[in-house]
């Protein structure tokens, strides 16, 4: 029997505990011991119950998914579930930790299920471009009906185990050790007189408008299929006999694992914790950190000092004046009201953050014991190294100072300090509380303990932290800069930002990169420009459509109009109808004759100017990993998961045409598109981006 599956005996009860961590993934030899130990408990004398029980975090994290794309190994796990399920035993699961995917699948399998009241369950095969494919989508439904199991399914979200309970999917919640629990549990079924009861031979729920279902759950991924393929399985498991059933399941799973959508993310599921990964930070010791301070209260700055409170961080939150320090606290307790709503803390936690973690300050000298600094105020050079002198002046030797700058030179202001070493970027992205990516931008002097407390604070704050080198926007804003000059320049060729956004929003974002300008501010981007300008590095075509906006006094959202008019709330987009006129002005002044764009063609574009970008910031260091690029995408600016960022997208539809078409868009405009060396290395040696990740 393989190593990973012990096999006891206890009374007539044969134990199988399940020893493969960190999670208990179903891999090969996992399920080969399972079925070796279900051989074994058949044949042994006297053996009249099977318990399966987890040892260590889980009961079963799933399927292995580092097996994927590799030809299947042997016993394959519907296989296995269904043999676990015909046992003329009667099969008890006792879960703990999480069971997910195939892990409850194979709970689902068994005649019982008993789970301690911590324990998680979940079919989260979505979350990989896939859909359960071990029988989770006949046997669900028919604990729970149609409407709750898709709901499970294409969601993928954890349940606990008490509405698990209630859902039908857990036949007792019980607090104790799992191996206890199970083994009392199953004593008392045996004891009872209970034999087998197969989920597969219980009816099947009640029909649902499947097409009603399948449109709706389409409409709602933006593009992304497998939620909306959980239907059809459901479907078949009500208008076919089980097994039937069981053969349209696997042919969905098997056509989805062929798809772009599913290498997309699980790319992103290995990428996210790869990430923060970084073997320069192997054996540093961040410095501890309990208390910090914020500088600057604006959105920006309660953002942070919010996500430090949720924490458990205390935090000093220096203003100008009082009348701004309250306006700060203001900001911190609408957000902390939000985290109450939404269960993320209780209201005694609430009440401790107000009155005890958080203090605002006025002075620079109460900042003498902060363990960290975070400065947030405005984004103005001779700003920032006002505060970081008085930020050297007064606090101790050993604390960190960061900047949460999103493009200016972090050498710059660390060298206004005494302590260089001690300085670094961190970026957070608005609302800083909310939003899950964090940049942490390591300068040229900054010390290896001083970057690794900023990965360890990251982390604690529950963020995707990417370590990003120095450059004007560092990873994201560089790149953002770049497709959104694509982006401006294809409207001066005659595509209109309602195309643009309208063509992104098909791909698979979020929202259009203008409406999202519209969201975050027009004035950012409108100081931007100014400062590029100034520098000498505007744009041979200079638009200036959006500057005209907010010389006007439209800053989008915040003002109620930008590219589109909110006159009906922030979610009506109507677009603003003074906006192609100018438009039409900057192409009449720089003597251009518009043309019209598909949106296959406005994708390209927009992609191929994000890629070239992407391989620049790679090529330079300033990302480590294409990987890294990949997670400040997605987790920063709205890249659709099921690609699996940007340069895994590249990968799929092939660099030699995308680098052909960023050659052919240079004959126009050689500087802007000049080629990045690395991708044209990559094309000339074939390899791809993902090749370079797995360099490390
Ligand atoms: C599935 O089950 C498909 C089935 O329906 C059907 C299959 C049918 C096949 C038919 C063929 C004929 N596999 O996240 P952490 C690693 S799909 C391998 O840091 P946490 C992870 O990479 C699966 N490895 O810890 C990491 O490795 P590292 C459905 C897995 O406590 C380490 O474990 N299940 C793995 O924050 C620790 O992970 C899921 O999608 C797996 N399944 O979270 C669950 N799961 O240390 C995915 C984890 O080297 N997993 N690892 O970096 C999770 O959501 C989280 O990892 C947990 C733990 C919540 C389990």
Redesign the pocket.
Known sequence: MSDKIAYSRQGDIAILTVRNP??N???QAVRQGLSDGMDRAEADAGVRAVLIVGEG??FF????????GKP?LAP????LVNRIEASPLLVVASMH??S????L?VALGCHYRIAVPSA?V????V??G?????G?TQRLPRLTGVEAGLDVMTT?R?IGADKAHALGIIDVVQDGDPKDNGIAYAQRLLDEGAGPRPVSAMPPPDPIDWDAAFDAILAKGRGQISPAWCVRAVQASVEKPFAEGLKAE?QI??DLMQTDQRQGMIHA??SE??VS?LPELKGVEPRAVHHIAVIGGGTMGAGIATAALLSGLRVHLLEMSPEAGEAARGRIEGNLAGALKRGKITADQHEAILTQALQIVTSYDTLAEVDLVIEAVFEDMDVKKQVFAELDRVCKPGAILASNTSYLDINEIAATTSRPADVLGLHFFSPAHVMKLLEVVVGDKTAPEVTATGFALGKRLNKISVRAGVCDGFIGNRILATYRTAADQMILDGASPYDIDAALEEFGFAMGPFAVADLAGLDIGWAVRKRKRAEGHAPTRDATYADKLCEDGHFGQKTGKGYYDYAAGPKARVPNPDVLPMIEADRARLGITPRDFNHEEITRRYMAAMVNEAAKVVGEGIARRPLDVDMTLLFGYGFPRYRGGPLKWADIVGLEPLLNDIKSYAAADPDFWAPAPLLEQLVAENKTFDDLNKKG
Request: hydrophobic share 40%.
């Open positions: 960190p999670v993934a179903l891999s975090r889980a994290a799933g399927a292995d998914i580092t097996e994927f299947p394959h796990l519907p296989d930790g999480v997910l995917g195939g892990g699948e998680k979940g079919l989260p095969e979350h990989l896939l859909l359960p494919g071990a989770g993928g954890h696997r799973f098997y599921f290995f914790r790869a990964n």
